[in-house]
């Protein structure tokens, strides 16, 4: 079975984690979260994987080669300009003509059993079916409303209150027959939701949907990137070391991955489910709480706390700091006695000097210094860098 898996986008709204990598290259449990998707996807069949290909291309491919690690055959397709999402797929036309296919955005977690959407597909009469899941705030994306028969009746892109007819909202994965390509025009944006199933229904074709029913998140904010990770750190079913673990008198208490030549300090206490990377230093009097994915060659210093929190590579986290519901990027260096709130995010080789406190809800730049003592209410920018975080 054959999948289209869109690369496109920038990932603005996820800034500042996508100044150095594309958003399906975000870390996720310590792996680019395109590894998650595709090996989900093997995992269910979907073995002939096209991708579309924009920002920061060279990434992907580093992350999936040519997917025989993930049992999949990968064939990448590069954009010159913004298709948008339907102009993508159609610029990979003619690796996707010979049967339906499945689309799926690269930033998407899913925990789907998406080989049924497939065959429900297979089963119907609609030139495309359109996976749908229920939300609570619906705000955020396209709705639909459907009918007994799950035909879809009418669509409202990001409905504003009072408009909000539906909490069904599109997934943005698609089964589409090939018969699809004869509707969308040939190298000019265009977008599924916006120009392309509008378009459709207009001509009187019969659009379905799917219901959806698990772990769904297109990873658009730091918060549902965290919830994702949440997700993928459940999956943890029992403790894996990989190499030489140093413990002397400390606890850990599963499931947790560890990565080789791990030292844990005295005293210190790690609670799963968490992750570990390769080469991480955790001194004593330590915690690890609950649901932490730590990456490799981090430095985690005595007394320090970490809960429910994402660290990547080669981070410094000082002395009786705090960290809380945070993500942090590669080469980052905390002080002593900081306290990071929840919902933070700080860019890569951001340095945070000693008693900073950043307030929840922060997005701190790369490269940026706080001095010492300061107590951070509102984003941190650095000028050598786009400051926008509207967008994909």
């Known amino acids: 079975m054959k999948v289209c898996i869109m690369c496109g986008g920038e990932g603005t709204r996820l800034r500042p984690l996508t100044f150095g990598r594309p958003k399906p290259c975000i870390p996720i449990v310590n792996k680019p979260s395109i590894q998650h998707l595709v090996s989900h996807l093997a995992n269910l069949g979907f073995t002939d994987v096209v991708i579309t290909l924009g920002y920061m291309s060279e990434s992907i491919e580093e992350a999936l080669g040519d997917g025989s690690l993930f049992g999949v055959d990968v064939t990448y397709v590069h954009e010159k300009t913004k298709l948008g999402t339907?102009?993508?797929?159609?610029?990979?036309?003619?690796?996707?003509?010979?049967?339906?296919?499945?689309?799926v955005g690269g930033d998407h977690v899913v925990g789907?059993?998406?080989?049924?959407?497939?065959?429900?597909?297979?089963?119907?009469?609609?030139?495309t079916t359109i996976g749908l899941i229920s939300i609570d705030d619906p705000t955020e994306y396209g709705i639909a409303e459907i009918d007994a028969d799950y035909q879809i009746k009418r669509f409202k892109e990001k409905p504003s209150p009072g408009e909000i007819f539906s909490n069904l909202a599109s997934t943005g994965m698609y089964v589409c027959d090939p018969e699809i390509f004869d509707h969308i025009p040939t190298g000019e944006k265009f977008d599924f939701a916006r120009n392309l199933f509008p378009e459709l229904m207009e001509q009187g074709y019969p659009l379905k949907a799917w219901l959806a029913r698990g772990n769904w998140s297109d990873v658009g904010s730091p918060r549902s990137l965290r919830e994702a990770e949440r997700w993928k750190l459940q999956d943890i079913g029992f403790t894996n070391i990989?190499?030489?673990?140093?413990?002397?008198?400390?606890?850990i208490l599963g499931p947790a991955q560890i990565g080789s030549c791990v030292s844990v300090a005295a005293n210190s206490r790690v609670i799963g489910p968490v992750s570990i990377g390769a080469g991480t230093i955790i001194e004593e009097n330590v915690i690890i709480g609950p649901y932490t994915s730590i990456g490799e060659g981090c430095i985690i210093k005595n007394s320090a706390k970490i809960f429910s929190s994402s660290i990547y590579n080669r981070v410094v986290i000082g002395r009786d700091s705090t960290v809380s519901g945070s993500i942090i990027d590669n080469d980052t260096l905390i002080g002593s006695g900081c306290n990071i709130e929840h919902d933070t995010v700080i860019g890569p080789r951001a340095v945070l000097k000693g008693g900073v406190v950043v307030h929840s809800g922060t997005r701190l730049w790369p490269e940026v210094i706080i001095p010492e003592g300061t107590v951070v209410k509102e984003h941190v920018l650095n000028e050598d860098f786009d400051t926008r975080t509207e967008g994909s």
């Open 86 to 103: 339907a102009g993508s797929v159609k610029n990979a036309q003619k690796y996707l003509e010979e049967q339906p296919f499945l689309v």
């Open 112 to 127: 789907l059993n998406l080989l049924e959407f497939y065959r429900e597909h297979l089963a119907n009469d609609s030139i």
């Open 242 to 251: 990989s190499g030489d673990l140093y413990i002397k008198g400390a606890r």
